[in-house]
């Protein structure tokens, strides 16, 4: 039986590595719901706000200062939160403006959640965890193996490749 060419073998223009292994399945605009969410538990910097989110989805996605940044400056622009600087840092809080917008649109937070929730809880999602792994064990130890550890570490994933083909293709 011939192999099925895998969807991965070749990148989307403009990616280096397929399949996205951080794919967080969030849609554009998602993240102001997210964000005020957290802020709703009380006031808080930049920082704590993406370390607060990785918490909420079990590490699987951790926010970018790119992301958390522009997200608190666009909802500041629009009076959803407010910014103080305290002990050299902002410290970001809801509105009363914030607080309306967030229970009007109470059921769009709520299927943004429920769709991570069942990305992360995904079989698929599991598998991807594990080759993430994977990639990280070999990563952080890539420079440190002698010769003969890196042939064996590539012939181990050579191997595991091939048996994850045979599985595929049957």
Same mark, same amino acid.
């Given at each position: 039986?011939?192999?099925?060419?895998?969807?991965?073998?070749?990148?989307?223009?403009?990616?280096?590595?397929?399949?996205?292994?951080?794919?967080?399945?969030?849609?554009?605009?998602?993240?102001?719901?997210?964000?005020?969410?957290?802020?709703?538990?009380?006031?808080?910097?930049?920082?704590?706000?993406?370390?607060?989110? !990785?918490?909420? #989805? +079990?590490?699987?996605?951790?926010?970018?200062?790119? /992301?958390?940044?522009? $997200?608190?400056?666009?909802? &500041?622009?629009?009076?959803?939160?407010?910014?103080?600087?305290?002990?050299?840092?902002?410290?970001?809080?809801?509105?009363?403006?914030?607080?309306?917008?967030?229970?009007?649109?109470?059921?769009?937070?709520?299927?943004?959640?429920?769709?991570?929730?069942?990305?992360?809880? !995904?079989?698929? #999602? +599991?598998?991807?965890?594990?080759?993430?792994?994977? /990639?990280?064990?070999? $990563?952080?130890?890539?420079? &440190?193996?002698?010769?003969?550890?890196?042939?064996?570490?590539?012939?181990?994933?050579?191997?595991?490749?091939?048996?994850?083909?045979?599985?595929?293709?049957?």
């Amino acid at each position: 039986m011939a192999m099925r060419p895998f969807p991965w073998h070749k990148p989307p223009p403009g990616r280096r590595f397929w399949p996205p292994i951080h794919a967080h399945h969030l849609m554009k605009g998602d993240l102001k719901y997210l964000v005020l969410d957290v802020l709703r538990e009380k006031p808080m910097h930049g920082y704590e706000i993406m370390t607060v989110l !990785s918490d909420r #989805f +079990s590490g699987h996605y951790f926010p970018s200062p790119g /992301a958390i940044y522009p $997200a608190l400056e666009m909802l &500041e622009d629009m009076g959803y939160v407010q910014c103080r600087e305290e002990d050299g840092k902002k410290v970001y809080s809801i509105t009363a403006e914030g607080q309306r917008f967030l229970g009007e649109k109470s059921d769009t937070l709520k299927r943004i959640v429920e769709r991570r929730r069942r990305h992360i809880d !995904s079989a698929h #999602f +599991s598998l991807l965890r594990e080759c993430a792994g994977i /990639a990280r064990s070999v $990563a952080m130890s890539c420079e &440190e193996l002698t010769p003969e550890q890196t042939e064996r570490v590539g012939a181990a994933l050579r191997e595991a490749q091939q048996k994850i083909r045979d599985i595929i293709v049957q």
